[in-house]
Structure formats: structure tokens, C-alpha cells
């Protein structure tokens, strides 16, 4: 009886070995060997179209003009008018912070010639002073934002020589010091898409909604998981494998289901899972915040800024102080202690209410 258990046991801890190599095999194909993809890449290597888009860069950047390798280029998708929404990210990280940390960072802009507000002048002396901004000649709108999503991966994947590639939104607050923890801690897959992973969605038919896609524009039910293009964690290579393999492909304007989930397809990426790390509410943001004052560190790396410009700047000051200081990991989830009624939208046209209170 005794005998029986435990060969039974050993059996059984055998089997979960094999699962293991087996399982760990598959892995490590995924880190040596990068599969190329199915089409001839090196003819379109020196286009620089992007679909019918002629690409010029009416703005452009000498930030990766140095032949030197470094972590991590940030593209920053930024509306032309978002001044303050730059300003704040500006002011949360210096060109010379970011060098320190292995970071480069640009912002990329489309024209907007009747914006009311912001003239063509005032984003050029921005880019005279700051020179980091990457401005396509494409019209600022939502359907084109697959051109600027785009334009980002090419010119980062064109001209920096950076170990992995960062593709993020100007209204999306990140935790910089955490993300350069976890480049740095972490050994990704080469073919490396890492994010928060959207799975199941189907295309919205409905014409009043937001995200209402006709058949002629993706005729398919579902849409294939794919990756939010809030925050994203590539490198260049497979940033590179995108943008030549995205010419193959019908334009579709909801640029990170293009990009991540669509053309990704066809390289056979396995999205990587880093959803831990995000959150929908912004007032969690807040509750981090405040929380860094009882030397609580904070488990939220991403999450939107709510309509608040400068919370980029206030979240990552505040949590600078727990990498000169040593905070607590908090027991309790935010989930818990911070918690009231607020409508937060997931960015999909699906809004979800949450029930979570202020301490
Ligand atoms: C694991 O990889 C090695 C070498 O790459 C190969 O010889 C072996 O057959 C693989 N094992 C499995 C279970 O796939
Ligand atoms: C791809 O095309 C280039 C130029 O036409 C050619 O030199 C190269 O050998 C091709 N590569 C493959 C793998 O077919
Ligand atoms: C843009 O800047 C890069 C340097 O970062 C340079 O190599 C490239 O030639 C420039 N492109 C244009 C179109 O000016
Ligand atoms: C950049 O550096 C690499 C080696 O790191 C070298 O092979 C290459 O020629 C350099 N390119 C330029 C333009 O200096
Ligand atoms: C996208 O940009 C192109 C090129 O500037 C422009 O012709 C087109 O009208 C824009 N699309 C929308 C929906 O504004
Ligand atoms: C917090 O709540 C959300 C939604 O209710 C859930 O998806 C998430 O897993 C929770 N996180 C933790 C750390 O409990």
C-alpha cells in the first residue's frame, strides 16, 4: 500500500518534470530561435510607406542620433494639442533623468491645421526646445491613428539602437522606475509583445457606438487578443517585423488591435502578460498617492489619468520616494482599501461600473 503511494508519487513527479522540459523547451524556441516571417521582408525595408501614406516627418528628432545602444526608446502617441499633457510627462522625467535610467523618449504628432487652439508655430519652438517630437504628415483623427502608431514603431525601429521599444498614450500615467525594474528583471521572449491582453473581443456592429467597425472594414466576428495600446513593452526587431509585415494588411483604424493583434497574427507572437501591473481607475492612482505617505509601496505600474493632465508628474514624484526610502508592500489590495462608486470606460465602448470607496 505504502509501496504503491509512493511510486505513485515518483510517477507522478516524473510526468511533472517531462511537463516541465516539454514545457520549457517550447520557451526557450521562443528566445533562441526568432521565427522570420512567412514574407520576404527585404524589399520593403527601405519604403517609407505606410499604406497609401507617402511618410514624411514634418518634425523629427536627433534623440537617437548617437550610435550607442541604450534599455529603452518610449514612443508617446500625443494629440497635437496636448501641450500640458506633455509638459507634465516632461517635467515628471528630463531628457537627463531618462538617460540616467537607459531611456530615450519621443512624442508623435499628425498635423492639425484647424486646431484652434495650437498652431503649427507653437509645436515647432516645442520642438526646438525640447527636440523630441516626431510629427507625420498625416491629419490628427481618430481613424488615422493607426498611421501615427505606425510611424512610431518605424522611426524608433529606423534610426535607435535600443534594446526594447515602449509604445505608449500621452493620457496614460506609468510608472517609469518600475517599468525600467522590470526590463531590466524580467527575461522576455524575443518575439515580445507585453502588455494588457484583450481577449474575445468581436467587432461592435452597432452604428451609434464609438467603435462601431462596418463589415467591409474587418469582416470577420472576432477579433483576434491583442494587446492595449495604452502601454506596451516590444523591442526592435519584432517592432520592425510589424511595421514591414503591416503593409500586407487592409488599413484598419483601431490601431492597437491592428498592430498587436492583426499583423502580430502572422508572426505568431505570443502577447505577453503583464495586466497585474494595470489598472482601469484612476483613483487608484490617487490612493497610491497618498498611500506613499505611510511608506506603503504601490503595486500599479499603468493606469489612464482621468482627465487629469499633471497626475503623470504626481504619481511618479510621490512614488520616487519609495526607491530612496524603503516601503512596505501593502497587505491589504488597493481593490480593498480603496473603493468608491465610479464609472470608469475600459476604452473599448464597453464602460464598466466598479464599486470601490475612499478610504
Ligand atoms: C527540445 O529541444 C531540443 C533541442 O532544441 C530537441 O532536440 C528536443 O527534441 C526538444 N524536446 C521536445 C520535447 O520538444
Ligand atoms: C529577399 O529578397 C532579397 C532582394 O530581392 C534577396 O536578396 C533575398 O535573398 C531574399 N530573401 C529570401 C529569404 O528569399
Ligand atoms: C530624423 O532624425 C534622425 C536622427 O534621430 C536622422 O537619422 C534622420 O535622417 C532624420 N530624418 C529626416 C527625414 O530628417
Ligand atoms: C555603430 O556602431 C556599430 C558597432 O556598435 C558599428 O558596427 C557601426 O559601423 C556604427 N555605425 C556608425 C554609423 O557609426
Ligand atoms: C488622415 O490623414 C490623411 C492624410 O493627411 C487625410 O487625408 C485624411 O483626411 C485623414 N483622415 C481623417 C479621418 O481625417
Ligand atoms: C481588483 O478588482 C478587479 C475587478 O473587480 C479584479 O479584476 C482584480 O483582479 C482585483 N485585483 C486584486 C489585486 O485583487
Not at 495650437?118 to 504628415?137: A, C, L, M, P, Y
Not at 522611426?155 to 496614460?172: G, R
Request: a positive charge; aromatic letters at 12%; one cysteine or more.
Amino acid at each position: 500500500m505504502k509501496l504503491k503511494h509512493t511510486l505513485t508519487i515518483t510517477t507522478l513527479a516524473t510526468l511533472l518534470i517531462i511537463l516541465y522540459h516539454v514545457n520549457s523547451n517550447k520557451s526557450s524556441d521562443d528566445v533562441e530561435n526568432y521565427e522570420e516571417p512567412l514574407f520576404n521582408t527585404t524589399n520593403l525595408a527601405k519604403s517609407n510607406k505606410i499604406f497609401n501614406l507617402d511618410l514624411k516627418y514634418i518634425q523629427n528628432s536627433s534623440t537617437c542620433a548617437q550610435n550607442e545602444s541604450f534599455l529603452a526608446i518610449i514612443v508617446i502617441t500625443s494629440y497635437f494639442g496636448h501641450v500640458e499633457l506633455r509638459s507634465a510627462i516632461r517635467r515628471a522625467f528630463s531628457e537627463k533623468t531618462l538617460a540616467h535610467m537607459g531611456l530615450k523618449r519621443v512624442f508623435l504628432l499628425g498635423e492639425a491645421p484647424s486646431d484652434k487652439y495650437t498652431k503649427q508655430e507653437s509645436i515647432v519652438n516645442e520642438n526646438r526646445r525640447f527636440n523630441d517630437i516626431i510629427q507625420g504628415n498625416f491629419i490628427e483623427a481618430y481613424r488615422n491613428l493607426t498611421y501615427k502608431h505606425l510611424m512610431g514603431l518605424k522611426w524608433a525601429t529606423d534610426h535607435c539602437k535600443a534594446q526594447f521599444l515602449i509604445k505608449m498614450d500621452d493620457d496614460i500615467v506609468v510608472n517609469l522606475r518600475a517599468v525600467v525594474d522590470i526590463l531590466k528583471n524580467t527575461k522576455f521572449p524575443q518575439k515580445l509583445l507585453a502588455g494588457y491582453i484583450f481577449k474575445g473581443m468581436k467587432p461592435i456592429r452597432l452604428k451609434a457606438n464609438k467603435w462601431y467597425v462596418t463589415e467591409e472594414e474587418y469582416k470577420y466576428n472576432n477579433y483576434p487578443a491583442f494587446i492595449s495600446g495604452w502601454f506596451y513593452i516590444t523591442n526592435i526587431k519584432t517592432g520592425q517585423h510589424l511595421v514591414l509585415l503591416s503593409n500586407y494588411y487592409k488599413y484598419f483604424w483601431i490601431d492597437d488591435l491592428f498592430v498587436t493583434g492583426i499583423v502580430a497574427n502572422s508572426l505568431k507572437i505570443r502577447h505577453y502578460d503583464l495586466s497585474k501591473y494595470f489598472t482601469v481607475n484612476p483613483e487608484f492612482l490617487e490612493c497610491c498617492i497618498r498611500d506613499v505617505k505611510k511608506k506603503l509601496s504601490c503595486d500599479i505600474m499603468v493606469g489612464p489619468n482621468g482627465g487629469d493632465n499633471n497626475l503623470f508628474f504626481k504619481f511618479n514624484e510621490a512614488l520616487s520616494f519609495c526607491y530612496d526610502n524603503n516601503c512596505k508592500n501593502r497587505i491589504k489590495s488597493l481593490n480593498d482599501t480603496c473603493i468608491s462608486e465610479y464609472k470608469v470606460n475600459l476604452g473599448r465602448g464597453e464602460g464598466v461600473i466598479q464599486n470601490y470607496k475612499i478610504k
